[in-house]
């Protein structure tokens, strides 16, 4: 069925002209038939389409995996290394260098030792010019850890193991000229060489989980 463009009558398919007003209405019957026709199945299309789209869309926002938050990272261990430790460090290491430096290590018996022990007083000189850089270089490892540069976590573990690199050399040193070591020293030396191996892994464990943060 059509309709015809002058008085709005239904007119049948193929009819030329209209049986109320007459008008030639036959190509434009056929159109408008067709335009509504195509409208209709325009609209159903659309109606059809969005619940389907819509399905969709629910059915991603379910499957999608939802992101698990980022662990926040403690920071406790690295205040007190900028805060104390390293200040400390700094502090024993000057003073160690200049007790070996004067030879009072040894208290009243300087002379005496260093009279037997030829070699000995070398090998303390230059043991305590590495205990003062090292202190030095405490104070600035403090502060480029403090700044959250880059070469900070490095700089840190680097001075822990030039720490432990000195003291293999003076107790290496010692042992040859003293002939060995007293138990008592030998213990003690031995003792602060395990703790420092160990709070060395940890470090270098520590600062490459939070290696981001230091980006400056």
Not at 16 to 28: D, F, I, R
Not at 62 to 87: C, D, R
Request: aromatic share 12%; glycine share 10%; with cysteine.
């Amino acid at each position: 069925m059509g309709v015809c463009n002058n008085c709005g009558n239904q007119i049948s398919d193929g009819q030329l002209t209209c049986p109320v007003c007459g008008a030639y209405t036959g190509a434009g019957a056929q159109a408008n038939n067709q335009a509504s026709q195509q409208n209709m199945y325009n609209q159903q299309g659309m109606y059809n389409q969005a619940p389907q789209q819509n399905m969709y869309n629910q059915q991603d926002m379910y499957n999608q995996t939802p992101q698990q938050p980022q662990k926040e990272l403690g920071m406790k261990w690295f205040h007190f290394v900028i805060y104390f430790q390293l200040f400390v460090s700094a502090l024993v290491g000057l003073w160690n260098g200049f007790q070996l430096l004067t030879g009072r290590i040894y208290g009243e018996n300087t002379d005496r030792v260093y009279s037997y022990f030829s070699g000995l007083k070398g090998v303390d000189t230059i043991i305590g010019i590495c205990y003062i850089a090292i202190a030095i270089f405490a104070l600035v490892t403090r502060f480029m850890l403090a700044d959250f540069k880059k070469c900070g976590p490095a700089m840190y573990i680097g001075m822990q193991v030039a720490g432990l690199i000195i003291s293999i050399a003076y107790i290496a040193s010692v042992t040859s000229i003293v002939d060995g070591l007293t138990e008592y020293i030998a213990s003690s030396i031995y003792g602060t060489m395990a703790v420092s191996i160990v709070m060395l892994i940890c470090n270098i464990v520590y600062f490459k989980k939070r290696k981001h943060l230091f980006d400056r």
